[in-house]
C-alpha cells in the first residue's frame, strides 16, 4: 500500500524508557524517572477526590465544547471564551494548527533543537520546515525572521524552551511581533509557564489584544501534573479560533481530563508549592554544575540542560544503572550533554552523587 512519500522519512515518537522496562532490565526496585519534566509531587489531592464524581458518566460522550472547563479557564485568563480551543495535550493543539494552516508550497519556521512536534506535524502535512539553529541555547529570533517569505504561515516559539530551558524576554518578543508580517500565525508554545521567575517573561495574554496573528499553547501536563489524562489549550483571537475549530475531533477532550483541569485550576496552592520546590531544588543543582565545573543553559523552567567533558549517553546509561531516566543530549540534537528534570529534593542530591561519581571516574581514566 501507498502512505504519504513523506512518512517514509519520519520515525515514531520514541519515547524516554518506562519505569516499569528500566526496573526489569537493569534488576532495580526503585526508579526515579526524570526524563519526561513530569511534576515529581503528582497532582493536587484536591483533583484526586473531585475526580471520583466524573467516573460516573462514563457511558455519556464527553461535552466536546469542554463548557465548564472552557469558562472558569476564560475568567483565570481574562480571555474570552471563544478565544480557547482544547487539546488531548497541548500536542494536539500543534497538530490542529497544522491541519489548519499548513500544506504542501507552504512553509514554517522553527528553531532547532525545539519541541518536535511541530517539525513532526508540519511535515505530515506536506509543508517545508525551516530551522533555524538556536544561538547559545536561545531562539535566534533576527535569523527566524529572515526566514519568514510569502509562503510562510506559521512560526513556533517555545518559550521557555525546551530542551534548553532558556527564554526570549518582553522587548524580544514585542520586537519580533512587530516585524513578523501579520499573515503569519506566531505560536507561543508556553507549556513551562507556571515555572518561570523571571519578571521580564512577555506577557503574551495581553499582547492578544494587540496582535491578530498570535496564539499561545498551554498545557495541563507539566507543572498541574496531569499528563497522563492529555489536556492542553490554546489561546487566540476569536477568528483564530474558529479557523482552527473545523480540524478538531469533535470530543477531543475526555469528560475526566476536562473534570481533573477543572480542578487543578481551583487548587493554586499545588502550583505554589511545586514552583517553591522547583526553584530552590534548581538552585542546588546550579550550584552543584558550578562547583564541578559543569556549565548549563539558564533554565525558566524545571528542567536543565548541562553539559558534560563526556557523552550524554555515558551519563545517561551510568544514571540509569543507578536508577534514574534522564535524557540524552544527543538524543535532543545537543552532544555531551543531559537533560534531566528537577525532581523531589532527596532524589536530586541522589543523582548529583551519581554524577559527581561518574565525572570522577571520568577524570581518571
Ligand atoms: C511537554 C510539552 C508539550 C506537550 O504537552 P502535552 O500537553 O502533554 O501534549 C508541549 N510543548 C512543550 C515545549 C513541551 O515540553
Redesign the pocket.
Known amino acids: 500500500m501507498r502512505t504519504k512519500p513523506i512518512l517514509a522519512n519520519l520515525t515514531p515518537y520514541v519515547p524516554g524508557k518506562t519505569i516499569e522496562e528500566v526496573k526489569q532490565s537493569y534488576g532495580l526496585e526503585r526508579i526515579v524517572k526524570l526524563a519526561s ?1 513530569e511534576n515529581p509531587f503528582g497532582f493536587s489531592d484536591y483533583v484526586k477526590s473531585g475526580l471520583q464524581q466524573a467516573v460516573e458518566g462514563l457511558e455519556i460522550y464527553p461535552d466536546g465544547y469542554a463548557r465548564e472547563l472552557r469558562t472558569t479557564l476564560s475568567k483565570t485568563l481574562s480571555v474570552n471564551e471563544k478565544q480557547l480551543i482544547f487539546g488531548n ?4 493543539v500543534v497538530q490542529i494548527i497544522c491541519r489548519t494552516f499548513l500544506e504542501p508550497g507552504s512553509n514554517t519556521v522553527m528553531a532547532t533543537p525545539t ?1 518536535p ?1 511541530y517539525r513532526h506535524n508540519a511535515l505530515i502535512e506536506g509543508a517545508e520546515v525551516r530551522e533555524v539553529p538556536l544561538d547559545q541555547g536561545f531562539h535566534n529570533l533576527s535569523e527566524m525572521l529572515k526566514q519568514i517569505d510569502e509562503h510562510t504561515r506559521v512560526v513556533w516559539i ?1 518559550n521557555p524552551n ?1 530542551p534548553t530551558g532558556t527564554m526570549i524576554n518582553q522587548q524580544a518578543f514585542e520586537s519580533f511581533m512587530e516585524q513578523c508580517p501579520d499573515n503569519v500565525l506566531v505560536v507561543m ?1 508556553e ?2 509557564v507556571e515555572y518561570v521567575s523571571s519578571s521580564d517573561f512577555p506577557d503574551t495574554l495581553s499582547a492578544l489584544s494587540s496582535y491578530n496573528n498570535l496564539l499561545i ?1 498551554r ?4 507543572a498541574y501534573g496531569l ?1 497522563a489524562l ?1 489536556i ?1 489549550y490554546g489561546i487566540a483571537s476569536e477568528s483564530i479560533i474558529s479557523s482552527l475549530e473545523p480540524s478538531r475531533e469533535p470530543f477531543n477532550t475526555s469528560s475526566l481530563a476536562q473534570k481533573a483541569a477543572l480542578l487543578a485550576l481551583e487548587d493554586q496552592s499545588f502550583i505554589e508549592e511545586t514552583y517553591k520546590s522547583t526553584v530552590e531544588t534548581k538552585q542546588e543543582l546550579q550550584e552543584f554544575c558550578e562547583n564541578n565545573g559543569l556549565t548549563y543553559y539558564p533554565s525558566e523552567t524545571n528542567f536543565m540542560l548541562v553539559h558534560l567533558p563526556i557523552s550524554g549517553d555515558e551519563m545517561t546509561e551510568y544514571l540509569l544503572r543507578n536508577g534514574f531516566i534522564v535524557r540524552s543530549g544527543e538524543a535532543l540534537g545537543i552532544p555531551n550533554s543531559i537533560r534531566l528534570t528537577i525532581g523531589k529534593q532527596e532524589h536530586m542530591e541522589e543523582i548529583m552523587d551519581a554524577m559527581g561519581e561518574k565525572l570522577a571516574e571520568s577524570r581518571q581514566v
Open positions: 519534566n495535550g497541548s500536542d494536539e519541541f512536534q517555545c525546551n508554545d507549556a513551562y499553547t498545557t495541563f501536563s507539566k499528563a492529555r492542553g
